[in-house]
């Protein structure tokens, strides 16, 4: 049976059909946190992002696709996330263990480019034919191929939702329209947040905003209406606040690796501001896998302590 917090949140998604609402449901139950409302992800697209070295290297049986559907699985993550070829590699072994996420856009790094576009490299037919919960999508807000990404997504989406699938879109403001700084700027994290809920999405997916307001026109608002972004804690709660006033699941990324007591530092102010939880990679599988399974399962007491 459905805990309340499951209850209320499945309530903000009343235009979705029942298998949308059951795979968001298994995602919400699953794991450690199961039923709590909180969420830790494990996504392991950096092979393809970063190239297999940057990712792997330093923990060489991360490059076995197997690997990682292990730890996803012994670490209690809510669900697991990645490219086709590595869901392909592991989806039948562990098939029912985990909610996959099958993330159909994807981007190297073997150009340098001032605006990234992703690639389409997979569908919704393929996240159905391997038994997974959700498709993710990943956009790139300040970039000048973002319009192209907005439509490509607007398309998936549809045709996710109508075959009982959850959307979940990493929204990563970068490209020629921002500085490096602006990427990660509050006022940008917060507008990126938003987009990517009013292009349907289900679960969002946002670095950790910085103190910085990067926008001159949105830097005067922020001033003038005294916004609160001083702290982890605040800026946590007002990106929370861009989506929809919370009735959207808003999630962060772990981003490069750091030592534990920075990151574990990180997740405190999102439990505390009322972020929905984290999606772990490379702070957690480029550690050793005892290492990693003790980094998680700090990660998963944070949110699993009442604030």
């Known amino acids: 049976m459905n805990t309340p917090r499951v209850k209320e949140i499945l309530s903000w998604y009343g ?3 029942p298998g949308t609402l059951t795979n968001l449901t298994r995602i919400l139950n699953h794991g450690r946190l199961g039923g709590t409302g909180k969420l830790v992800i494990l996504p392991v697209d950096q092979g393809f992002e970063h190239g297999p070295a940057r990712s792997f290297a330093m923990n060489p049986p991360a490059y076995d696709p197997r690997y990682h559907f292990e730890l996803a699985i ?12 590595f869901i392909e590699a592991g989806a039948r072994e562990f098939a029912g263990e985990i909610p996959l996420i099958l993330k159909v856009n994807n981007h190297d790094v073997l150009l340098d480019e001032g605006d990234p576009i992703s690639a389409v490299t997979s569908g919704v037919n393929d996240a159905l034919r391997l038994g997974c919960a959700a498709i993710g999508f990943t956009i790139y807000p300040g970039s000048a191929h973002r319009v192209e990404m907005y439509q490509e997504i607007r398309e998936l989406a549809a045709e996710a939702k109508a075959a009982g699938l959850v959307v979940v879109i990493w929204s990563y403001p970068r490209g020629s329209g921002l500085s490096k700084e602006g990427e990660t700027s509050m006022d940008v994290c917060g507008y990126a947040a938003q987009i990517a809920a009013q292009l349907g999405a289900h679960i969002v ?4 905003p910085s103190e910085h307001l990067e926008q001159p026109e949105a830097k005067k608002v922020y001033e003038k209406q005294r916004i609160p972004i001083g702290d982890y804690e605040e800026r946590v709660r007002h990106a929370v606040q861009c989506c929809f006033a919370g009735r959207r699941i ?10 534990a007591g920075t990151f574990l530092e990180g997740v405190q102010g999102i439990h505390r501001g009322g972020g929905f939880g984290s999606i772990v990679g490379r702070n957690s599988f480029q550690r050793p896998k005892a290492e990693s399974l003790k980094f998680l399962s700090d990660v998963i007491d944070i949110y699993a302590t009442p604030v």
């Open 15 to 17: 235009s979705d059909n």
């Open 74 to 85: 012994e670490a209690g993550c809510n669900a697991y996330a990645a490219p086709l070829g």
């Open 205 to 208: 997916k946002v670095k950790l």
């Open 250 to 259: 808003l999630i962060f990324s772990g981003g490069p690796s750091e030592d």
